[in-house]
T-cell receptor, first 111, second 114 residues
Framework: GQQLNQSPQSMFIQEGEDVSMNCTSS?????WLWYKQDPGEGPVLLIA?????ELTSNGRLTAQFGITRKDSFLNISASIPSDVGIYFC???????????FGAGTTVTVRA | NAGVTQTPKFQVLKTGQSMTLQCAQD?????MYWYRQDPGMGLRLIYY???????DKGEVPNGYNVSRLNKREFSLRLESAAPSQTSVYFC?????????????FGQGTRLTVV
């Protein structure tokens, strides 16, 4: 699968801050997914997006499917220590059920 | 409900040794996948199985073989391990091939080849 461009690569954030990360591709995707990986664990699905322009929330997390279908972003509001981990974006093209993954954004929260 | 189970969780191999990574899912999913995760590179697809009885190469299949033993189980074999295969390996499954089939991951196998 084609690699997605995910940024930033890492971030240090203050507890209580809002943070954003994004993912871009040169190809059009019809599904965007955001996963979180805790240390020593496998990725866990946070949010799934299926339509261009779609904005979906899961607690303090909000993600959007870009209008061009070539990008997506994830916001975390009011960060807490348990937000530490690696966040991955993933996308799927219309004629392919396999997922392509970004390289991940490593989030570290300062208490 | 265990979801996706991988064994072993950790393994150290000498160069040239062989081993098989096991994966089983109890969610009655049709499709299964093997990924490797390396620092700064995200998850790269090694092999996948769209359904029982079929397997296909992913992005980085060289040095690996797979077997879809039945609907539940999908194993990954390293015939002659190399240091470049030091990585964390994840198995995943999805219900079917259609949109909306989101991947569920196992906890990973941490492999070191010395």
């Amino acid at each position: 699968g084609q690699q997605l461009n995910q940024s930033p690569q890492s971030m240090f954030i203050q507890e209580g801050e809002d943070v954003s990360m994004n993912c871009t591709s040169s190809s059009i995707f019809n599904t965007w997914l955001w996963y979180k990986q805790d240390p020593g664990e496998g990725p866990v699905l946070l949010i799934a997006l299926y339509k261009a322009g779609e904005l979906t929330s899961n607690g303090r997390l909000t993600a959007q499917f870009g209008i061009t279908r070539k990008d997506s972003f994830l916001n975390i509001s009011a960060s807490i220590p348990s937000d530490v981990g690696i966040y991955f974006c993933a996308g799927r093209r219309s004629n392919d059920y396999k997922l392509s993954f970004g390289a991940g954004t490593t989030v570290t929260v300062r208490a | 409900n265990a979801g996706v189970t991988q064994t072993p969780k950790f393994q150290v191999l000498k160069t040239g040794q062989s081993m098989t990574l096991q994966c089983a899912q109890d969610m009655n999913h049709n499709s299964m996948y093997w990924y490797r995760q390396d620092p700064g590179m995200g998850l790269r697809l090694i092999y996948y199985s769209a359904s029982e009885g079929t397997t296909d190469k992913g992005e980085v299949p060289n040095g690996y073989n797979v077997s879809r033993l039945n609907k539940r189980e999908f194993s990954l074999r390293l015939e002659s391990a190399a240091p470049s295969q030091t990585s964390v390996y994840f198995c995943a499954s999805t219900p079917n091939r259609r949109q909306g089939s989101e991947a569920f991951f196992g906890q990973g196998t941490r492999l070191t080849v010395v």
